[in-house]
């Protein structure tokens, strides 16, 4: 069975620029997840889809933050403009349908902003 | 808010020692809780789980027992080896339908032969 994927694995900016990664689940996964886990600490919740819906965003920055998961499957993270502080390693986890099941992760794409 | 709190790393311990990583948290409600671990070069990948008060969870000699009356589900194994070293993040899953995941900040543990 195929793990998380994740792309690009590591991204170098300049701040005031945009990237954005892709995450894609397990298949038949329900549940997608992406943190930011910043180096020495624990992942942060960002934002978590149920199938193509949101059902929390509430810790992620809107306004330069934005996701999206089309039809469910596939999804992708932006950062518009970046700073010095979105320096990090993204990580995208899919879960079968939230709540109490395993998340399994991807291996994260590392940020770096200059 | 809930919230997760573990002791600070790095933890270094000869191989076969006893470990212990301590984790309280803060929830409202019956949270489910999680020991995720991250292997040198690896993604976190869940350890153990219990979902709800006096439940044990264990996986690969490693065991938590989830403690309502302390707050606690800390991880133990009796005898640790060189290959357990990682890092271990201890996890907080709401009670509520949509559940949102609260990490602590990770405890970095080194094995030596």
């Known amino acids: 069975e195929a793990g998380v994927a994740q792309s690009p694995r590591y991204k170098i900016i300049e701040k005031r620029q945009s990237v954005a990664f892709w995450c894609n689940p397990i298949?038949?996964?329900?549940?997608l997840y992406w943190y930011q886990q910043i180096l020495g600490q624990g992942p942060k919740l960002l934002i978590q889809f149920q199938n193509n819906g949101v059902v929390d965003d509430s810790q992620l920055p809107k306004d330069r933050f934005s996701a999206e998961r089309l039809k469910g499957v596939d999804s992708t993270l932006k950062i518009q403009p970046a700073k010095l502080e979105d320096s990090a390693v993204y990580l995208c986890?899919?879960?079968?349908?939230?709540?109490?099941?395993?998340?399994?992760f991807g291996p994260g794409t590392r940020l770096t902003v200059l | 808010g809930d919230s997760v709190t573990q002791m600070e790393g790095p933890v270094t311990l000869s191989e076969e020692a006893f470990l212990t990583i301590n984790c309280t948290y803060t929830?409202?409600?019956?949270?489910?809780l999680f020991w995720y671990v991250q292997y040198p070069g690896e993604g976190l990948q869940l350890l153990l789980k219990?979902?709800?008060?006096?439940d044990k969870g264990s996986n690969k000699g490693f065991e938590a027992t989830y403690r309502k009356e302390t707050t606690s589900f800390h991880l133990e194994k009796g005898s640790v080896q060189v290959s357990d070293s990682a890092v271990y993040f201890c996890?907080?899953?709401?009670?509520?339908?949509?559940?949102?995941?609260?990490f602590g900040s990770g405890t970095k543990l080194n094995v030596k032969p």
């Open positions: 986890a899919s879960s079968l349908d939230g709540g109490e099941s395993e998340q399994f």
């Open positions: 996890a907080l899953s709401g009670s509520f339908v949509f559940n949102k995941f609260y």
């Open positions: 219990a979902t709800k008060a006096d």
């Open positions: 929830a409202t409600g019956y949270p489910s």
């Open positions: 298949s038949g996964h329900a549940t």
